[in-house]
T-cell receptor, first 114, second 109 residues
Framework: GAVVSQHPSRVICKSGTSVKIECRSL??????MFWYRQFPKQSLMLMATSNEGSKATYEQGVEKDKFLINHASLTLSTLTVTSAHPEDSSFYIC??????????FGPGTRLLVL | DAKTTQPTSMDCAEGRAANLPCNHSTISGNEYVYWYRQIHSQGPQYIIH???NNETNEMASLIITEDRKSSTLILPHATLRDTAVYYCIVRGGSEKLVFGKGTKLTVNP
């Protein structure tokens, strides 16, 4: 299957700082990527749909000014958590689709905000 | 909301077949059935998907009933590394994936 990478795999930051998470499709081009968040013992919750060359589409209840998404190329999407707070601590996962639209997921980024 | 219903948990003996059921009684004609699994602290892994015919790949088999209202994922020879949460997802075309709670499969030695 297609490969998606994320960087960093885990990050610890102080409250009030911003954190950038990168999502890359390594062997395919993704015009659309998706960003999810997963809290402990819960399922994945879709945050936003990232579209190459255009603005992201956010799910209801997700603050677009807090979670900035940039899809600069067909292989790279970034999620920036601005002014992070402890409640933003979570497991962030991205996914991208191949030509047949099957979605492949990255390994996830664990964010801890102190 | 997820369009599927799965048992919360299942157990399976190592080396035996694991059969994971999924109900999707409101599935539309153009919607596929996708299966993913998530091993603890990792991103979901794609397993298999199908529309109406049964499908098989190197990981698993997918059996879809004729009326398409339910399906079963079969892991023919479960190993300890197959312990994970398995998600059955109904999705049309390029729609976003909506995850339910999935089935926590525990493979016992």
């Amino acid at each position: 299957g297609a490969v998606v990478s994320q960087h960093p795999s885990r990050v610890i930051c102080k409250s009030g700082t911003s954190v950038k998470i990168e999502c890359r499709s390594l062997d395919f081009q993704a015009t659309t990527m998706f960003w999810y968040r997963q809290f402990p013992k819960q399922s994945l919750m879709l945050m936003a749909t990232s579209n190459e060359g255009s603005k992201a589409t956010y799910e209801q209840g997700v603050e677009k000014d807090k979670f900035l998404i940039n899809h600069a190329s067909l292989t790279l999407s970034t999620l920036t958590v601005t002014s992070a707070h402890p409640e933003d601590s979570s497991f962030y996962i991205c996914s991208g689709g191949d030509a047949e639209e099957t979605q492949y997921f990255g390994p996830g980024t664990r964010l801890l905000v102190l | 909301d997820a369009k599927t219903t799965q048992p919360t948990s299942m157990d399976c003996a190592e080396g035996r077949a694991a059969n994971l059921p999924c109900n999707h009684s409101t599935i539309s004609g153009n919607e596929y059935v996708y299966w993913y699994r998530q091993i603890h602290s990792q991103g979901p892994q794609y397993i298999i998907h199908g529309l109406k015919n049964n499908e098989t790949n190197e990981m698993a088999s997918l059996i879809i009933t004729e009326d398409r209202k339910s399906s079963t994922l079969i892991l023919p020879h479960a190993t300890l590394r197959d312990t994970a949460v398995y998600y059955c997802i109904v999705r049309g075309g390029s729609e976003k994936l909506v995850f339910g709670k999935g089935t926590k499969l525990t493979v016992n030695p």
